[in-house]
């Protein structure tokens, strides 16, 4: 359980964990004894593990079965492209997902994200960061954080302008990207 664990921040849902033959009466008897926590149902986590810095990505990544794919504003905040500073954790979830509870305290998009359109950011995934401009450009971000996004993007080469003709399309009632 541990190898699992430590690839997720020390985190584990209850279907890993019976996986590798801990069954849920075990796992209730380790939360009582104090050697793991849950903080969220299904979720588990092990205490001595130490504290990450984006261990709230995992319980949600976990409680969306591993489908989920941290996207929008939370992956312009993780790939560090703007100013934003999302007051929600955004996720998107296969369209599958419409009637399945959703994760706890998040903003939650459904759409299919094919596998070139996803990288990891640790121990979890989030989308490109085309994919993310675009996802963005197409909820409507405010404009000054969308172009600067776009623009830092651009600076560091994680794009290239003909990936993000969504975005400057979108900018351009705005003033565009420029040249």
């Given at each position: 359980?541990?190898?699992?664990?430590?690839?997720?921040?020390g985190?584990?849902?209850?279907?890993?964990?019976?996986?590798?033959?801990?069954?849920?009466?075990?796992?209730?008897?380790?939360?009582?004894?104090?050697?793991?926590?849950?903080?969220?149902r299904?979720?588990?986590?092990?205490?001595?593990?130490?504290?990450?810095?984006?261990?709230?990505?995992?319980?949600?990544?976990?409680?969306?079965?591993?489908?989920?794919?941290?996207?929008?504003?939370?992956?312009?905040?993780?790939?560090?492209?703007?100013?934003?500073?999302?007051?929600?954790?955004h996720?998107?979830?296969?369209?599958?997902?419409?009637?399945?509870?959703?994760?706890?305290?998040?903003?939650?998009?459904?759409?299919?994200?094919?596998?070139?359109?996803?990288?990891?950011?640790?121990?979890?995934?989030?989308?490109?960061?085309?994919?993310?401009?675009?996802?963005?450009?197409?909820?409507?971000?405010?404009?000054?954080?969308?172009?600067q996004?776009?623009?830092?993007?651009?600076?560091?080469?994680?794009?290239?302008?003909?990936?993000?003709?969504?975005?400057?399309?979108?900018?351009?009632?705005?003033?565009?990207?420029?040249?």
């Amino acid at each position: 359980m541990f190898e699992i664990a430590s690839a997720q921040d020390g985190y584990f849902s209850v279907d890993q964990a019976q996986s590798v033959g801990i069954s849920r009466p075990n796992l209730q008897a380790h939360l009582h004894r104090g050697h793991v926590l849950r903080p969220r149902r299904g979720v588990y986590r092990l205490v001595r593990y130490p504290v990450g810095e984006h261990e709230d990505l995992a319980e949600i990544w976990l409680q969306s079965d591993r489908e989920g794919v941290f996207s929008h504003e939370t992956a312009l905040a993780l790939y560090d492209l703007s100013d934003v500073l999302p007051a929600k954790i955004h996720i998107t979830l296969p369209t599958s997902w419409r009637r399945r509870r959703r994760p706890d305290r998040a903003v939650v998009h459904y759409a299919e994200v094919p596998p070139e359109d996803r990288d990891w950011f640790g121990a979890v995934p989030v989308t490109s960061v085309r994919r993310t401009l675009r996802d963005c450009a197409a909820s409507f971000l405010s404009p000054e954080l969308l172009k600067q996004a776009a623009m830092q993007a651009l600076r560091r080469g994680r794009v290239v302008r003909s990936e993000i003709y969504e975005v400057e399309q979108a900018l351009l009632p705005y003033g565009g990207l420029g040249p």
